[in-house]
Nanobody, 112 residues
Framework: QVQLVESGGGLVQPGGSLRLSCTAS????????MSWYRQAPGEQRERVAT???????NYANSVKGRFTISRDSAKNTVYLQMNTLKPEDTAVYYC??????WGQGTQVTVSS
């Protein structure tokens, strides 16, 4: 079965950086667009960034210029490099594949 497993979350100070990883199994990873979403407490889940199978990227305005999504099809992995983190980036971050699967989420907390 398809599995998406995220890693890389944690506690970081404002202005710091984190890199999230999501490794897929049970699917032909290279065929599908992949996205990162996030959900803060009491808020709706929102899309953060998307990368197509061809490598085109798209970002939410709130993270544009600070976050970078990339993928490595040899490793079946999509990454989210997050720089200049702000307290409002605190959320559970989820990986999503365009064929409809979600990872379990990884917590990112930005706090001094």
């Amino acid at each position: 079965q398809v599995q998406l497993v995220e890693s890389g979350g944690g506690l970081v100070q404002p202005g710091g950086s984190l890199r999230l990883s999501c490794t897929a199994s049970g699917m032909i990873f290279s065929l599908y667009a992949m996205s990162w979403y996030r959900q803060a407490p009491g808020e709706q889940r929102e899309r953060v960034a998307t990368i197509t199978s061809g490598g085109a990227t798209n970002y939410a305005n709130s993270v544009k210029g600070r976050f970078t999504i990339s993928r490595d099809s040899a490793k079946n992995t999509v990454y989210l490099q997050m720089n200049t983190l702000k307290p409002e980036d605190t959320a559970v971050y989820y990986c999503h594949s365009y064929n409809g699967y979600w990872g379990q989420g990884t917590q990112v907390t930005v706090s001094s």
